[in-house]
């Protein structure tokens, strides 16, 4: 897989959490692309953009539901969810 992969976050942190980081340098390492962090309710994300995502902290989707699951169908439409939209649903 060659690209740009997504690491989904949510708006508390966009940069990504400490272990994202090292999930970020081992996808590198095993050169599968270019990694991007990416917060899931961000209207301006490309998500069509990146070959893959990656659902790593989207921890303030419970607050609201319909939205998220909104957004999976979306992303799921457009690229590839590495965690199945079943599991994220």
Do not use: K, Q
């Amino acid at each position: 897989m060659t690209g740009t992969i997504a690491i989904v976050t949510h708006a508390a942190l966009p940069g990504g959490a400490p272990d994202h980081l090292l999930l970020a340098r081992a996808l590198a390492g095993l050169g599968l692309g270019v990694v991007r962090f990416a917060v899931w309710d961000d209207p301006v994300v490309p998500w069509g953009s990146f070959t893959a995502t990656v659902v790593r902290s989207a921890w303030d989707y419970h607050r609201d539901p319909a939205r998220w699951l909104g957004w999976v169908a979306r992303a799921g439409g457009e690229i590839t969810l590495l965690n199945p939209a079943a599991v994220l649903r």
